[in-house]
């Protein structure tokens, strides 16, 4: 099945993701916008989202790229930094990568425990003084025999946020902006996943997603159907019939673990099992009139890869990457025939020459092998 650079390249292709709200350009992108359904917003507002890494490649790099040129054409901009995922659901979120020595394959620097953390929402690991000292010491060593740190500011400023920060998601947070910072020098506007879900408007629309859980998931496997015959690769599995969008937090471990919906009668449940023999169990209420309240009450719930249905009406559009530009046809085709939304258009982040030939190692390499950098010093985060 073709992912997405191989449907880029052919007219067919590009038009499929025309004919399914999945932009190229910019411009055209820009134009194509409406002020969002549901917000106070006078103006086009559009966002970006992608899980709270340590350091980003280019992917990630590029949708930053094409908000910074959204915001020049008059377009303001959020970004979504999802904090509620596992911590090792992608190893750029416990640790830095440093070319030659430490390659892509290598596991390069941690600062946490990855074996501990592997389970946990990022807001839900702890720093340990120690694990980050260590790290510090020998990625200085590295620098030392690279030759690359005349200046010990640059190290300074880089590794003063790990001092601060007591958790995960604050380390990632504010090594995130500082990076960025430093290579844009634009950040758009910070946003949460954590926060997010707890605004009243965004249960709402979880609870209308969960009240027509059975047409939805029927929906989705439908279009997932479509993509896999049309020989596109949709990025996401089949929804099984006990499918439910969220995950709770195990609080004797800490682990993170899916909600399945158990039936019992006229009744449904919410049910996960962690591997400590701890059973969440709530309830959902009777057949037609599902709703996830009871989740809602415990902070530790969160949400899966359908979060951005519950903010389409927020925005006027959605910078994407390549996995998230195709699973999000299958979920325009549930809010279009099931939800009754309007589904708001995808940016595929164009190519940038510059972020292109900079950072193909990460912006961590690139801030320590540029010696210009280093100089935000006092930059208020
Ligand atoms: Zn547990």
């Excluded at 500011?153 to 790990?162: D, E």
């Excluded at 634009?186 to 979880?206: A, G, H």
């Amino acid at each position: 099945m073709k992912n997405l650079q191989e449907i880029l390249e052919t007219e067919n292709g590009r038009t499929f993701l025309k004919d399914n709200g999945v932009y190229l350009d910019t411009k055209e992108f820009a134009d194509s916008l409406d002020r969002p359904r549901n917000a106070n917003c006078s103006e086009k507002f559009v966002y970006g989202a992608q899980q709270l890494y340590l350091d980003y490649g280019l992917g990630v790099t590029l949708k930053i790229a094409a908000l910074k040129e959204l915001e020049q054409l008059g377009v303001a901009t959020d970004f979504i930094w999802i904090d509620t995922d596992k911590a090792g659901s992608d190893k750029l979120i416990t640790r830095f990568l440093w070319p030659g020595i430490m390659d892509e394959s290598s596991k390069g620097y941690s600062v946490v425990s990855v074996k501990r953390s592997r389970s946990k929402e990022i807001r839900f690991v702890e720093l340990d003084k120690r694990h980050i000292e260590n790290t510090r010491r020998s990625f200085a060593e590295v620098l030392k025999a690279s030759e690359i740190e005349e200046d010990g500011r640059i190290f300074t400023n880089f590794w003063r946020y790990f001092q601060s920060a007591v958790n995960l998601q604050e380390l990632n947070l504010s090594t995130t902006y500082f990076l960025l910072y430093n290579y844009f020098d634009y950040t758009p506007r910070s946003m949460l996943s954590s926060k997010i879900k707890e605004t009243q408007s965004f249960k709402n629309e979880v609870n209308r997603f969960i009240a027509q859980i059975d047409d939805v998931i029927f929906e989705a496997n439908k279009s997932v159907e479509r993509l896999v015959n049309a020989d596109i690769n949709p990025q996401v599995h089949e929804f099984g019939e006990d499918y439910l969008p969220l995950f709770v937090t195990c609080e004797s471990d800490l682990r993170r673990q899916p909600l399945r919906r158990v039936k019992e009668g006229f009744d449904s449940y919410g049910v996960a099992n962690c591997n400590c023999g701890n059973e969440m169990k709530f309830y959902l209420g009777k057949k037609d009139t599902l709703s996830a309240d009871d989740v809602f009450e415990k902070e530790n719930w969160s949400p899966d890869v359908t979060l951005p249905i519950y903010i389409n009406d927020s925005y006027s559009g959605a910078v994407v990457g390549k996995s998230s530009a195709l699973y999000g046809i299958v979920l325009n085709d549930v809010m279009k025939n099931v939800l009754g939304k309007d589904p708001i258009p995808m940016l595929v982040s164009p190519v940038d020459p510059r972020v292109t030939r900079d950072i193909g190692n990460g912006l961590i390499p690139f801030y320590f092998t540029k010696s210009e950098l280093g100089m935000v010093s006092n930059l208020d985060l």
